[in-house]
């Protein structure tokens, strides 16, 4: 059911006070005094947001939480490459407020209902004097966070937007632990998470996790990137405070638009914990645009898929023709004898295509889309995985070359949907900054992945693979942003370290997962290729994680698209991971976030779509740890049988013992308590069965 309401506009002239740490009011003391001009709360009252102006016009906004301060006043306004700032001289305009209430379904996600309840505030702003521009600002507020955007209307003196940069800023009102990963660095977002103090941060992607002084978590991210450069963090002159860095183009301006738009929002999701964050994280899918797609059950397929893939990571096979190239027609009709045997629907191929031959990173100028290898019948292929009730999935690697991708989309998807393909999944591998770019004039120019062009680029694949019924999964992407809502058949992206990694020599430390839970994943899903049972990578080294842990990244980390990543050779050697592997889906109807702590641990209980059947994982850092969990999510009144897949005695990802799990049933009810042992680097997955009968479809 939807119940919007209507509220007439209000204007509150009525100082607020709101209490903050004494640094921070110190800081406030030493500014031009501020008077509220509006103020918004939560639906439960809990979250204020108060809107100011200072004594030389300049606009701020604060957020509390229960009485006190998350962010002190923070400046808004913008800088422009050939016109004055928005930023001193201006006067309330006016004030409008809304609210909603309304329940929206996904097709396919970690909850098959949303709930968007919010409350609405939008402050217009006018220069008093010369230009006398107008912008308007609007908050939604949540019962778990804030969304803000700004609108710049068509006017007079503003109908072209250079935009240079933002002057938003979020000052936190008091110190912290922050969890951050650097931007405009060569590996685009593919670096570790760093913990350091709140002041420690230099400039951050977002999601950037925060854990104030008073416990209180912070995750501050955006939504609906659309027409825009992405965000960053820079650190302000201010104590724990940071600046929106708008990520640069080719040109002077970060963005170059029409006036008579909205930015993207900027988020901030708030919890008692990290826990909390993952369901907080929702408002950033609420302040998306809805589905443009219509009904897409008919050719949007979550699912698991298996991949010619791993040798190649490992340097086994090569993407490029010659002695050791991996996407054969032989070895791909190998991994769908594989996937037909254990269930698993899909089979990813790369390096099909003619293009992989000599030096094609940062170059991919010389693939083609629509043209396989000769060691590659695409034709056949098609009708071997079809007679085996199989898909292939597609792979068009770009080398960065965009606008050489831009000139054969409808080809690529043409072809595609022409043999049988529903997901495409994309790849950008360039160094940042250095995406290949060229007008229509012949120009060469060279970009960021997450600058406004890239940002547009992207939209561009998404909405001609819609066209012919493809989905994408997304690598070397723009960072999540919720827009999966409106685009329902951008199913996943890379955008972090994956299990690639683990291949290599600087691999991905024991605590990485537990990280990636409470930070990027608050953004949107992730293809991060689990499942490595043999446990080793390039040169035989070892991975490490615990056997156990490969099985729990499956309800952990979430996409609707998961690899089953590692090779038909290595599930041989470890078949008592199969049976798990066979039965976890990819497409849930509920998700409850258990318990965690960012970087340490984190357990995640979800629930399979269509099923009364739970599945659970955890997994922790290089430290030992146990603790029970409650049971509540199970129905009452039945009996469940619990499948656990669990380290082992001695299990320890350092030692030879990484692969010890020992695999056990118990029954078990609501209201039971069951406890969780990881080892160093381990984990832990169960499957909940009902007990009597098979889980009745729902």
């Known amino acids: 059911m939807t119940r919007r309401i209507t509220m007439p506009a209000l204007l509150t002239l009525a100082a607020i006070t709101i209490a903050a740490p004494a640094a921070a009011q110190d800081d406030l003391a030493n500014r031009p005094k501020t008077q509220v001009v509006a103020k918004g709360t939560s639906p439960d009252g809990r979250i204020t947001v108060t809107v100011a102006l200072d004594g030389e016009g300049r606009a701020s906004y604060a957020v509390a939480r229960d009485g006190r301060a998350i962010l002190t006043d923070s400046r808004l306004g913008f800088l422009f490459t050939d016109a004055p700032k928005i930023d001193r001289g201006l006067a309330l305009a006016g004030t409008a407020r809304d609210r909603a209430d309304t329940t929206w379904r996904q097709p396919w996600g970690e909850w098959e209902t949303i709930r968007d309840r919010h409350n609405e505030l939008t402050v217009r702003f006018r220069e008093a004097a010369r230009l006398k521009r107008e912008i308007g600002v609007t908050f939604r507020i949540f019962d778990d966070g804030v969304g803000f955007r700004y609108t710049l209307p068509a006017q007079a003196n503003l109908k072209q937007a250079n935009i240079a940069g933002e002057l938003t800023e979020f000052a936190f009102a008091e110190p912290g632990t922050a969890w951050w990963k650097p931007a405009y660095l060569w590996n685009r977002e593919e670096y570790r998470y760093r913990k350091t103090p709140l002041d420690g941060v230099g400039t951050a992607q977002t999601v950037m996790t925060v854990k104030l002084a008073s416990g209180t978590h912070v995750a501050i991210h955006e939504a609906a990137l659309v027409d825009y450069a992405a965000m960053n963090l820079r650190r302000s002159d201010r104590p724990n405070a940071f600046i929106a860095d708008l990520t640069p183009g080719s040109a002077a301006a970060s963005v170059s638009r029409a006036a008579g ?38 050719w949007i397929r979550p699912g698991k898929f298996v ?37 698993i629907p899909g089979v990813l191929v790369e390096g099909w295509n003619v293009g992989w031959d000599g030096d094609w990173f940062g170059n991919g100028k010389d693939m083609q889309f629509d043209q396989p290898t000769e060691d590659f019948d695409a034709a056949e292929l098609q009708r071997y995985a079809k007679s085996k009730g199989v898909y292939l999935i597609g792979h068009n690697e770009t080398g960065g070359s965009a606008s050489h991708y831009d000139a054969q989309l409808d080809r690529a998807f043409k072809y595609a949907q022409d043999h049988g393909i529903p997901v495409v999944k994309t790849g950008y591998v360039t160094d940042a900054g250095q995406i290949e770019r060229t007008d229509a004039d012949g120009s060469q120019h060279r970009e960021w992945h997450e600058g406004q062009w890239m940002v547009n680029h992207y939209a561009r694949v998404v ?80 991975i490490p994680s615990t056997l156990a842990k490969q099985l729990a990244n499956y309800v952990v980390i979430y996409s609707p698209v998961v690899m089953v990543a590692d090779t038909p050779e290595a599930y041989a050697q470890y078949p008592a991971t199969l049976p798990f592997l066979r039965a976890v889906p990819t497409d849930w109807s509920d998700t409850r976030v258990l318990n965690g702590e960012v970087g340490d641990y984190a357990t995640v209980a979800r629930r399979k779509k269509g099923s009364d059947e739970w599945f659970l994982g955890s997994v922790g850092d290089e430290e030992a740890r146990s603790f029970t969990v409650a049971l509540d999510f199970l129905d009452p009144g039945r009996a469940y049988t619990a499948e656990i897949y669990r380290d082992g005695p001695g299990a320890d990802y350092r030692t030879a013992a990484r692969h010890a799990m020992t695999v056990e049933t118990k029954t078990v009810r609501r209201g039971d308590q069951l406890t969780i042992a990881l080892a160093p680097g381990g984990g832990q997955a169960i499957r909940f069965v009902p007990v009597g009968k098979a889980a009745r479809k729902r």
């Open 463 to 542: 909405e001609t693979a819609a066209k012919y019924h493809v989905s994408i999964d997304s690598h070397e992407p723009v960072k999540d942003t919720g827009l999966r809502r409106t685009w329902p058949n951008w199913v996943a992206r890379e955008g972090g370290r994956g299990m690639e990694y683990m291949s290599w020599q600087d691999k991905n430390p024991p605590e990485h997962e537990a990280n990636l839970v409470f930070t990027q994943l608050l953004g949107g899903p992730m293809d991060f290729t689990p499942g490595i049972v043999s446990l080793k990578g390039s040169d035989d080294s070892d």
């Open 261 to 298: 738009f909205s930015t993207p929002w900027r988020t901030i999701a708030i919890a008692d914990d990290a826990a909390g964050l993952y369901a907080a994280s929702r408002i950033g899918l609420n302040l998306n645009e809805p589905n443009k797609l219509g009904d897409t059950s008919s």
């Open 307 to 343: 991949g010619v893939w791993w040798n190649m990571i490992t340097g086994k096979w090569t993407w490029s023709r010659g002695p050791r190239h991996g996407a054969t027609t032989a070895n791909v009709k190998h991994y769908i004898d594989f996937a037909a045997a254990n269930g």
